[in-house]
T-cell receptor, first 114, second 116 residues
């Protein structure tokens, strides 16, 4: 399908290596963060989330790190596989007058070389 | 299977011809939202709904309408489509936790709309 990743940063890794995808968020008051994976022709798929009262959370082969001091979020993927190739988005939950709103980053393309 | 279902997946239409993109979720989610995704611009929110009969504008609502008559359905309506509405559209839903804060959005697989 048509790429949604024009001009996005790209991370190329060798199969089996670890990947680290970074995200800078904008609002120091944001209290909830999510990483999504989007494969070609599909909608964004939830990977892992973290609330602001934590600085690390682990899932299956994935770890999210949150550094509130510098407003930075990272996604670590262990033993990267070809099936991990996709666009990865971070999202932050911002508090608005009317409630909460998820604001998405532009995304990073992950390419896994076999 | 828990999912968000959009139809159609692909749609080609002409300027001015009204169209509706349907969205249905089977997870009993209160919150539903529409996004458009364009190269270099990421995901932008069009409209959202906190529950039945409660809808509000997102960041790019011009040229779109929505309705939420039932909890499971949230159709997106383009009364008079224009070429600048050519895009990839996603519907999403989530629970709303009053005491636990937000929960992850679940997305449909998208509708690719081309307006000529």
């Amino acid at each position: 399908g048509e790429s949604v990743g024009l001009h996005l940063p790209t991370l190329s890794v060798q199969e089996g290596d670890n990947s680290i995808i970074n995200c800078a968020y904008s609002n120091s008051a944001s209290d909830y963060f999510i990483w999504y994976k989007q494969e070609s022709g599909k909608g964004p798929q939830f990977i892992i989330d973290i609330r602001s009262n934590m600085d690390k959370r682990q899932g299956q082969r994935v770890t999210v790190l949150l550094n509130k001091t510098v407003k930075h979020l990272s996604l670590q993927i262990a033993a990267t596989q070809p099936g991990d190739s996709a666009v990865y988005f971070c999202a932050e939950n911002q508090h608005m007058e009317y409630g909460n709103k998820l604001v998405f980053g532009a995304g990073t393309i992950l390419r896994v070389k076999s | 299977e828990a999912q968000v279902t959009q139809n159609p997946r692909y749609l080609i239409t002409v300027t001015g011809k009204k169209l509706t993109v349907t969205c249905s979720q089977n997870m009993n989610h209160e919150y539903m939202s529409w996004y458009r995704q364009d190269p270099g611009l990421g995901l932008r929110q069009i409209y959202y709904s906190m529950n039945v009969e409660v809808t509000d504008k997102g960041d790019v609502p011009e040229g779109y309408k929505v309705s939420r008559k039932e909890k499971r359905n949230f159709p997106l309506i383009l009364e008079s489509p224009s070429p600048n509405q050519t895009s990839l559209y996603f519907c999403a839903s989530s629970l709303i936790y009053i005491d636990r804060g937000p929960s992850p959005l679940h997305f449909g697989n998208g509708t690719r709309l081309t307006v000529t």
